[in-house]
Structures are given as structure tokens and as C-alpha cells.
């Protein structure tokens, strides 16, 4: 299995800067472009280990839809403790699943875990005890989300939770300019540059469509989900709880 390199991708002036995709090139550097770029990430990861210890329970199904190489489905392998229970890891970028294959292959945790290479829009969810959405709604297409979170609620059990976590937007527009400054000064900390913040954001622009905590919090009530808040932010990311 290759080695992860660390992301240089945006490093370099490019002639056109492309639409952000999940591809080869991505995948090759995700584990460090993901940890430099997104804070609270491995808070968020070690916590969908404690829910899935919490919340699954036997002979259900466990998703993590979008699951790139698969954090959050090794963080639930790891600690589902309920018998028979079985996880479903799905992501539309064939890069992403090749790789994540090759890395649960050398994984020894019990739970058995099925990927799935297909959109979101196409995925059925049932006699689920949890599912995750890692940074995941926010590239869907913004009239998709609420067919996408209804999907889910209905194939979750009774008191059984969505896991959602997302790059959010703000009302007001000097707090969203100060969160997306303050997101960039992380981003510097972690060693990018100017050129590199810049290009990656023209980048993600014409892809990641972000909203605010106020429209996933109605979304996720109108889709059948009886308990809705946040658990963790920092800056303009954040993650929901999302309970049926």
C-alpha cells in the first residue's frame, strides 16, 4: 500500500484551477491534506467511536456515507461492542474505495464492513442503528440534501442517530468573514500558503456548497429526526447529533 505524501497540490501556481474532486491525486495525500485543513477532525473521528459503542446495537447496520479511506468506519469498527452487527462504508470516488479496501485489509477488528462505490442520492439505508455524514452532505447538491437526510431517517431504527458533520455557513456576514479568516489562520499554522488557501478555495468554491447551522438543524427536522443539536465547533465547522 502506498505511503501517504504530504499535500502539495495547490503549492505551485496553476493556469486554471479545476473543481475539486476526489480522485488519484487527492487520495494520495487525503490523511495529511484532511488534518491540516479541517480542525477538530480527530476529536470528531475519536468521538464517532464512543457513539457507535453507545448506539449500535446487534444484528443492525452501522454507515458511514462518504467514507473516503475510511476513518470513521475504523473508528466504529473499533469500538461496536453489539453483537452481529454489521457496517456499510460508501463513497462515489472509486480512488477513494481502491485505497480504503487496501486499508481495512490489514484492519483485524471484528465487525464486518461491505463498500459500496455508489452516490449518496442512490444509497438505501435500513434497519440502521447509526449513520455517519463526515463532511460528506456539503458536496451534494443543495436540492438532493433533503431526499438524502430522509432517506436515512427513514432507514434508521427508532432512536437510532445521524452523525452530521459539515463546513457551515453564518447569518451574519462579518461573524462568516471572521470564521473563514480564522479558518485560514489554522490552515497558515499548519503550513500552507497564501497561494495554496487561495487556490484551494477556488477550488472547493465551484464544489462544497456550505449553510448554516439554522438550515441543517429545520432540514434535519423535516426529514423525521426528533432531537437535533451540535456537539462540537470550531471556527465554521461543526458537528450534529441527529437522534430519530
Not at 474532486?21 to 491525486?25: G, I, K, L, M, V
Not at 459503542?53 to 469498527?77: F, I, K, V
Not at 438543524?217 to 465554521?236: E, H, I, P, T, Y
Given at each position: 500500500m502506498t505511503e501517504p505524501r504530504p499535500d502539495r497540490l495547490y503549492a505551485n501556481p496553476l493556469e486554471e484551477v479545476r473543481r475539486f474532486?476526489?480522485?488519484?491525486?487527492v487520495v494520495e495525500v487525503f490523511p495529511d491534506m484532511i488534518k491540516r485543513s479541517v480542525p477538530g477532525y480527530t476529536t470528531i473521528i475519536n468521538m464517532i467511536g464512543d457513539?457507535?459503542?453507545?448506539?449500535?446495537?446487534?444484528?443492525?447496520?452501522?454507515?458511514?456515507?462518504?467514507?473516503?479511506?475510511?476513518?470513521?468506519?475504523?473508528?466504529?469498527?473499533?469500538?461496536i461492542r453489539a453483537d452481529n452487527c454489521h457496517i456499510v462504508a460508501v463513497d462515489s470516488s472509486p480512488a477513494m474505495i481502491e485505497r480504503c479496501q487496501q486499508i481495512l485489509a490489514v484492519d483485524t477488528a471484528e465487525p464486518t464492513v461491505e463498500l459500496?462505490?455508489?452516490?449518496?442520492?442512490?444509497?438505501?439505508?435500513?434497519?440502521?442503528?447509526?449513520?455517519?455524514?463526515?463532511?460528506?452532505?456539503?458536496?451534494?447538491?443543495?436540492?438532493?440534501?433533503?431526499?438524502?437526510?430522509?432517506?436515512?431517517?427513514?432507514?434508521?431504527?427508532?432512536?437510532g442517530i445521524l452523525i452530521l458533520s459539515e463546513k457551515v455557513a453564518f447569518d451574519d456576514p462579518l461573524h462568516n468573514e471572521l470564521m473563514i479568516e480564522l479558518h485560514h489562520n489554522f490552515k497558515r499554522a499548519n503550513g500552507y500558503s497564501d497561494l495554496e488557501i487561495a487556490q484551494k478555495r477556488s477550488s472547493l468554491e465551484q464544489v462544497l456548497i456550505p449553510e448554516t447551522l439554522g438550515e441543517h438543524?429545520?432540514?434535519?427536522?423535516?426529514?423525521?429526526?426528533?432531537?437535533?443539536?451540535?456537539?462540537?465547533?470550531?471556527?465554521?465547522f461543526a458537528s450534529m447529533i441527529a437522534i430519530k
Open positions: 474532486a476526489f480522485d488519484q491525486s457513539l457507535a459503542e453507545r448506539y449500535a446495537t446487534p444484528n443492525s447496520r452501522c454507515y458511514d456515507l462518504g467514507c473516503s479511506l475510511g476513518a470513521a468506519t475504523l473508528a466504529m469498527r473499533h469500538r459500496v462505490c455508489d452516490t449518496l442520492q442512490k444509497v438505501v439505508v435500513g434497519n440502521a442503528s447509526m449513520v455517519v455524514l463526515n463532511f460528506t452532505l456539503q458536496f451534494i447538491p443543495v436540492q438532493d440534501r433533503r431526499q438524502v437526510l430522509t432517506r436515512i431517517a427513514d432507514g434508521l431504527q427508532p432512536g438543524r429545520q432540514r434535519l427536522r423535516d426529514a423525521g429526526f426528533s432531537s437535533v443539536d451540535v456537539w462540537f465547533q470550531c471556527f465554521n
